[in-house]
């Protein structure tokens, strides 16, 4: 990439409650402005107030309960001798498919929906585009997925929004040119060259040189780099001992893997995450399939890189 320019990244900061999801700082810790920082309000971020200014232990946090129930429920074929496990698990994957119905049953439906109009695809990767495998390393797409996106991608403006780095799904995964890429939680955005606006005064003009064309990056949130650096080697170094567990480097964020862990050191793996983390009161915790994610507090996500993205379609 050729960076042509560059823009402050916004942090800030305010004091009323979120998801319990997010990790309890206190809001003062978070306030920040570097000199000459200039700010977009749409990036400000609501931080959870707590009386104590720390961390509570891992269980009382519900770290552990959010970690043992990260994963959407799978349906499962009814075990020997487990029948009543799987009754709820039946129960469990019933009511998550009410609430989040496949696509395909209403293709129909969408197709009619979607006549007239202009369509814009936006695909998340893991347990979408590829299969959730054990080493996240090795979550290859398959021929025929790729060969599918490719095609789409001739129809409607496609994109892939990942929590992973964005060279990462682009370079290691995907390798498709033609798609517009989020990495990072959608904090690492490459979209098409668009009217720059006082609300995305972050944009960058650059140049990808696999696609070799005029692209915008939109990097939220740049000032962390180092920062998420930092943590991902103090975050490499305080699990090592943990058998089976992974710490991925996603450029603006940082995963820490707990599938291949015994159930019984997830504590520990909890606890290893919260001791650094608790240092950093600009970074914030959320719960993944199986996976720990440390990110920069800002008011920034996945969503927002899709209305982001769609803005810069002009849609
Ligand atoms: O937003 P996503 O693209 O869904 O990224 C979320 C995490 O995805 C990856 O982890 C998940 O998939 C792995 C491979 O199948 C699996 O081993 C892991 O347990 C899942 O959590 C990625 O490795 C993470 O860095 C992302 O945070």
Not at 109 to 135: C, E, H, W
Not at 140 to 158: I, L
Not at 300 to 311: H, I, S
Request: hydrophobic share 35%; charged share 25%; net charge positive.
């Amino acid at each position: 990439m050729d960076l042509k320019s560059n823009h402050t990244a916004p942090i800030l900061a305010d004091p009323a409650p979120i998801s319990k999801s997010r990790l309890g700082v206190h809001s003062s810790l978070l306030a920040y402005s570097p000199p000459g920082a200039v700010f977009s309000p749409n990036l400000f971020l609501t931080v959870p107030r707590k009386k104590t200014g720390i961390l509570d232990d891992v269980r009382a946090s519900g770290w552990l309960d959010a970690m043992k129930s990260s994963s959407p429920p799978h349906k499962k074929t009814r075990e020997f001798n487990n029948e009543l496990a799987s009754a709820d698990t039946d129960v469990a994957y019933r009511t998550w498919m009410v609430k989040y119905p496949s696509a395909l049953t209403s293709f129909e439906q969408i197709t009619n929906f979607a006549k007239g109009k202009r369509m814009a695809l936006f695909l998340d990767y893991d347990g979408t585009l590829s299969p959730i495998v054990d080493n996240p390393d090795c979550a290859f797409m398959s021929t025929d997925m790729r060969a599918a996106v490719e095609k789409v991608a001739k129809y409607f403006p496609t994109a892939i929004i990942s929590g992973r780095s964005r060279d990462k799904v682009v370079y290691e995964f995907v390798g498709l040119t033609d798609l517009y890429y989020a990495g990072s939680h959608g904090m690492d955005i490459m979209g098409p060259v668009r009217q720059f606006s006082d609300d995305h005064a972050n944009c960058i003009r650059s140049t990808d040189k696999q696609q070799g064309k005029e692209v915008n990056l939109f990097q939220p949130a740049s000032e962390f780099l180092p920062m998420i650096d930092e943590v991902f080697n103090s975050l490499v170094n305080s699990t090592k001992e943990i058998k089976g567990a992974k710490v991925e480097n996603n450029k603006f964020c940082v995963s820490v893997h707990y599938r291949n862990v015994d159930e019984k050191n997830w504590t520990t793996v909890a606890q290893r995450v919260h001791d650094v983390i608790r240092n950093y009161p600009r970074l914030r915790l959320t719960h993944g399939r199986k996976v720990l994610e440390v990110r920069p507090v800002i008011n920034w996500d996945k969503g927002k890189a899709v209305t982001f993205l769609l803005e810069s379609l002009g849609a």
